[in-house]
């Protein structure tokens, strides 16, 4: 659901479009966000630069991923949101030889292709059809723009509409499929059903309740996830058979957060979310929702801890004997330790959400 641009004489005719719109611009227009030389890693830190063993973890998955497709002659890694080339350069380092050869890499990016890139990854704007492989996004999903509904003083959902500078006002009331969406999967009613799934954190969190005191009680928010929904349905359906991976920070049915979760990200601080191209637009991902979308049998919800565990990361200490004998060795391996720990915590990275779709394989990250 987009709205057309409105002029706003309270504000100096400024104008006010909704967020799905205004942020489509400001993250991926002729001067957006997104194509700014410094890239993503200039403004926010992901999983990919938290440690070298978050790419040999996905290697490890690409290589379960060739042994369930029986080792085929051609084997695609497609990397969803690739920034400047970082994940897909670190998986085609950590594949086995036999393996990286059959590889064929793709980086997806609407950003220019970065200078000196590894020759053998093709930088695309979108997914190559008949994926046979894996299709891996790494936090993409939560800059697909979506729009935003708020509650008014009468309990109707509308369309939050915003200026260039961040200022908003109510627009028109939410409709048709916009309005059935957030009846199914974030009803602005302030609670949700008994025994929903827990909540998937992410580092910025959005704690508190609402208690309020009607059944839509003024000033709620929800983000109208959509456009998500098709964006991560049309990504698997280039699969032809392999796996599809989405990982991002998320929340699921019944923890949705009360008052929505969007921001903005700029040179490594949260900021105040401003459509003008000055820094990244994000809001968490609501991936249950993502995983209804996909026909066929749906996808699996893990965290990033169980999955990164499924793929044998794990955080334990070397030896101290190891210090005496070795003991550069022993500084490695408990820098290493230190990194994996931080991609397992439950309390920042770990509690990232994988959402897995298999596509005529088995699921490989099945206990």
């Known amino acids: 659901m987009e709205a057309a641009a409105q002029a706003d004489p309270g504000t100096g005719g400024r104008s006010r479009r909704g967020w799905r719109a205004a942020a489509q611009e400001a993250l991926y227009g002729p001067d957006g966000f997104y194509r700014r030389p410094e890239g993503p890693a200039g403004h926010f830190r992901t999983s990919v630069h938290a440690s070298p063993l978050f790419a040999r973890a996905v290697a490890e998955l690409?290589?379960?991923v060739d042994d369930a497709l029986g080792?085929?002659?051609?084997?695609?890694?497609?990397d969803m949101g690739a920034g400047r080339g970082e994940l897909v350069t670190g998986v085609l380092a950590a594949l086995p030889a036999d393996v990286a050869r059959r590889t064929r890499a793709h980086a997806v990016e609407v950003a220019a292709r970065p200078a000196g890139l590894d020759g053998r990854i093709a930088w695309r704007s979108g997914p190559p059809p008949g994926i046979t492989g894996l299709l891996f996004a790494n936090e993409w999903l939560d800059n697909v723009p979506l729009d935003v509904a708020e509650v008014d003083a009468e309990g109707v959902p509308r369309l939050v509409l915003v200026a260039e500078d961040g200022t908003e006002r109510l627009g028109a009331p939410v409709t048709g499929p916009p309005a059935r969406w957030l009846a199914r999967w974030w009803p602005l009613d302030g609670g949700g059903p008994a025994g929903a799934e827990p909540h998937l954190a992410s580092p910025a969190g959005t704690a508190g309740a609402p208690d309020p005191a009607s059944p839509a009680a003024e000033g709620l928010r929800a983000e109208i996830g959509l456009p998500r929904d098709r964006a991560w349905a049309s990504a698997v359906g280039t699969v032809a058979r392999g796996l599809a991976v989405a990982v991002d920070y998320g929340h699921t049915l019944g923890t949705r957060p009360p008052f929505g979760t969007l921001t903005g990200f700029r040179e490594g601080r949260e900021t105040a979310p401003v459509p003008d191209g000055s820094c990244d637009l994000t809001a968490h991902v609501a991936l249950d929702a993502c995983a209804a979308?996909?026909?066929g049998p749906g996808g699996r919800l893990l965290t990033q801890r169980e999955a990164l565990r499924a793929l044998g990361l794990t955080a334990g200490r070397p030896p101290l004997a190891l210090a005496s004998t070795d003991p550069a060795g022993y500084v490695r391996a408990l820098a290493g330790a230190g990194q994996a720990a931080e991609l397992l915590s439950p309390d920042g990275l770990g509690a990232?959400?994988?959402?897995?779709?298999?596509?005529g394989v088995p699921d490989v990250l099945a206990p």
């Open 62 to 64: 690409l290589r379960r």
């Open 71 to 78: 080792r085929p002659e051609v084997l695609d890694f497609v």
């Open 293 to 295: 979308a996909v026909p």
């Open 352 to 359: 990232f959400g994988w959402l897995v779709h298999p596509v």
